[in-house]
């Protein structure tokens, strides 16, 4: 803070009363008569990053899809802070998705749109985005013949510069080579280093150990176990998870 | 690159064009003239009416169709004068109120035309039901117009004549066309068909192929036309003044004169005959 | 037949000559089938992608309506704007029958449910691929819809083409509105449907060759424009 007289809450462009914790309480999906999730209570705080993990068709991305008001559960409550995930808050919400979806149009006019939506288009902020996103000087280019790791990272950086205060990402490195997974764990170690809430959903185990502060275990649509990172890793409780860490298949 | 501001840039171009294209119509001094093919598609106008515009700078419009149409849409006031080829129905026009007056102009005459070989036997023939007569014996094919046209109407009382029930043959060798003079003679000539036309339209008609005049010179053949100045009381828009502008002049010596003067390869094809009281 | 020959003739003829009189034909073509394209995508357009991208009872059965109106006839477009434009007609009284903005409506009404039908097609499915994304922005409708037709621009091209070559052709609806008036209303259509009934076949199959060549040379023209911007990546 230049002048430091402010209280930080009050510098922030949000207003009073943050989006943490998300709080879900008897949420239920249940689609022919498959019961896809079913959390009976969870908080996530408001620090760091909370990985999701969890066997392919776990429910994780549903979950993250409950949680920002996409999917309506058919029982239970989701609430931000208190608030439901309408769409006040889901503009405060960023969400990356497992496929990013790329407007059909350059990628500085992703950044713009996005921004416009909000009417806060500003270009030398979309341009630092940009270069945080390693994607200075492909302003111009058309987003949909970016390479993998560049789409994920404009898709970041799209979400990022609407300075969201929490952020949900859905695999964000999945199929990217390692030196591209490293631009976006940078991209995300920098948004979590000023402040940003994460929640990430990923099956790359040593990114979990990376990045998570807090981990997740998702089996069946059903939290099998919530801890922290280091306890999480080093004790794994549940059965499940012990297979899922081990390699092992699990059922 | 298609960008927005070449994008609103050809829409904005186009939509001008547009506008001032359709723009530059409809400015002159005019009258929208309903009248049938016969008289659009021989020539007859073409030669016609730039000597009226010449005289009078109005110029006329002319929507060509079946007489039948040309009448209809002049009883909904879409023209301002109504010059076509059934007496009848004209009458009718005038006693319904949607027109003025009638004035005979000119008359030309109906020819039945077929194939060379003839197969009905009728060629050389001044007797227009016999011949029509011949061709139902032998179920030669013929082709009708079977619109609301000032030829069928005229070729209905020929059938009437000769004793023929055409709607019973229709389908088989007597087949309507439903459509215009001209589209008609493509189908005689594409079929090797009789038809009745109108003398005018035949002489100009370009695809003869293997079509001959058979039958013409019968009384029964005349083929009168008149003018009506469509009511401006029953119509308010009916540009009157210089409608019957046009009326007069097509009945006055000059404009008779000028429908004499019409010829196609040395040919007469119309004859005039108004008679300055009209009827 | 001859014909064939003899048109090809005269068609080139008619192009190298310049012949004035076809050159107005021609212009008037263009001007008012373009109009009428013009017209139908501000109104086919937005309508088509609002169908496409909102979801709302009785959608199903006004997506099979539309495309039903796709089919209709030229002539009976032209019977109905002929009834509505006539002096006896609600509309009479703005004296539009026989005037090139009576055949441009009239074409507008046969292209309007096409340019609407096609980008409904076209909307639907980068709606699908956007949906999500834009629910997650709370993006309002009214920016969804803008987003979406500027997207699909390029294919959107396509569905203005279609709809021009479908209004440029037909014959139907602008002889009966328009009355194929000299110098007036007289398009390339009903110039060869003239021609035609006058027994001149190879004057109208000249006349026909032109209007293929007009055809193409907008095709091209506005394909040009497209394969640019599809260049450039944006489509
Ligand atoms: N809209 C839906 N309707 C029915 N089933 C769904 C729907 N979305 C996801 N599912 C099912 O829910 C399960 C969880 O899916 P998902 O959350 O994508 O798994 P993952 O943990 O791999 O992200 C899967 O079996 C999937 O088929
Ligand atoms: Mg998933």
Redesign the pocket.
């Known amino acids: 803070m230049a002048d430091g007289t402010l209280p930080p809450v009050l510098t922030s462009s949000h207003p009073i009363g943050g989006l943490t914790p998300l709080r879900m309480t008897g949420v239920r999906l249940v ?1 022919k008569g498959q019961v ?1 999730l079913n959390i009976e209570d969870l908080t996530i705080g408001s620090a760091g990053v909370t990985v999701l993990l ?1 066997p ?7 979950l993250l899809r409950v949680a920002d008001g996409l999917v309506r559960p058919d029982a239970g409550a989701v609430t931000w802070g208190g608030l439901a995930p309408d769409g006040t808050v889901r503009r405060r919400i960023g969400f990356v998705f497992q496929q990013p979806v790329l407007l059909r149009r350059s990628v500085r006019a992703n950044l713009k749109f996005a921004m416009g939506i909000s009417g806060l288009w500003d270009r030398r902020k979309a341009d630092r985005a940009l270069e945080d996103a390693g994607l200075a000087g492909l302003g111009d280019r058309p987003a949909r013949v970016l390479s993998g790791g560049e789409r994920q990272r404009l898709a970041l950086a799209r979400a990022l510069v609407l300075d969201p205060e929490v952020l949900l990402l859905d695999e964000p490195t999945a199929s990217l080579d390692p030196a591209a997974v490293a631009a976006v764990e940078g991209m995300i170690g920098r948004a979590v280093a000023r402040g940003l809430k994460v929640v990430l ?1 990923t099956h790359d185990i040593g990114q979990a150990r990376r990045l998570a502060d807090e981990v997740i275990f998702l089996h069946r649509g059903q939290i099998t176990e919530q801890a922290a990172a280091r306890l999480f890793f080093a004790d794994p409780r549940s059965a499940a998870a012990k297979a899922y860490l081990s390699g092992l298949l699990i059922p | 690159m298609l960008n927005r501001r070449t994008f609103v840039g050809l829409a904005t171009a186009v939509a001008l064009t547009a506008s001032s294209l359709l723009a530059a119509a409809n400015d002159a001094k005019s009258i929208l003239l309903q009248s049938t093919t016969s008289t659009a598609n021989s020539g007859l106008f073409d030669y016609l009416l730039p000597l009226f515009t010449e005289k009078t700078g109005i110029r006329v419009d002319v929507v060509a169709v079946g007489t039948g149409q040309a009448i209809k849409n002049a009883e909904n006031g879409d023209g301002d004068v109504l010059f076509v080829h059934a007496k009848a129905d004209e009458e009718a026009f005038v006693a319904a109120g949607h027109g003025v007056k009638r004035f005979d102009v000119m008359y030309n005459d109906f020819v039945v035309v077929g194939p060379k070989a003839d197969p009905a036997g009728v060629a050389g023939g001044r007797d227009a039901a016999a011949a029509l007569k011949a061709i139902a014996d032998v179920e030669a094919p013929f082709a009708s117009r079977g619109d609301d046209s000032g030829t069928y109407k005229a070729e209905l009382k020929l059938w009437q004549k000769a004793k023929v029930d055409v709607k019973a043959a229709s389908g088989g060798w007597y087949r309507e066309t439903g459509s215009g003079m001209g589209q008609t003679l493509n189908v005689a000539a594409g079929m090797g068909a009789y038809a009745l036309t109108d003398r005018a339209t035949w002489a100009a008609f370009e695809n003869k192929g293997d079509l001959a005049v058979l039958v013409e010179g019968d009384t029964a053949l005349f083929n009168q036309y008149g003018v009506i100045l469509v009511n401006p009381e029953k119509h308010p828009t009916v540009k009157a003044d210089l409608g019957q502008t046009f009326v007069d002049w097509l009945v006055s010596k000059e404009g008779q004169a000028a429908i004499a003067g019409f010829t196609i390869g040395g040919e007469q094809l119309f004859y005039p005959n108004a008679t300055p009281s009209g009827s | 037949m001859q014909d064939f020959g003899a048109a090809f003739r005269l068609a080139g003829h008619l192009l190298v000559s310049g012949d004035p009189d076809l050159l107005e034909i021609v212009a008037r073509s263009l001007a008012v089938s373009l109009g009428a394209v013009l017209v139908a995508c501000l109104i086919g357009l937005p309508l088509g992608a609002l169908i496409g991208f909102l979801r709302f009872p009785g959608r199903r059965a006004i997506v099979v309506f539309l495309n039903a109106l796709m089919g209709l006839p030229p002539v009976v477009i032209g019977l109905l704007v002929y009834m509505m434009l006539s002096r006896a007609g609600p509309l009479g009284p703005l004296g539009l029958l026989y005037t090139p903005t009576a055949m441009v409506i009239a074409q507008a009404v046969l292209v309007t449910p096409l340019v609407a039908a096609l980008a409904r097609q076209t909307v639907e499915t980068l709606a699908a691929e956007y949906d999500e994304y834009f629910q997650s922005l709370a993006v309002p409708w009214h920016a969804a819809l803008g987003a979406l037709l500027w997207d699909g621009r390029s294919a959107l091209v396509t569905v203005a083409l279609a709809g021009f070559g479908r209004a440029i052709a037909e014959v139907g609806a602008v002889i009966i509105v328009g009355g194929n008036i000299d110098h007036l209303t007289r398009v390339m259509t009903t110039a060869i449907a003239l021609e035609t009934s006058k027994g001149d076949l190879a004057l109208a199959l000249a006349l026909g060759m032109v209007l293929i060549l007009l055809s193409v040379g907008v095709n091209a023209a506005v394909m040009g424009v497209r394969s640019r911007a599809v260049e450039a990546g944006h489509g």
Do not use: P
């Open positions: 689609r896809l969890g392919n068709g776990a429910g994780k991305s549903l959903v």
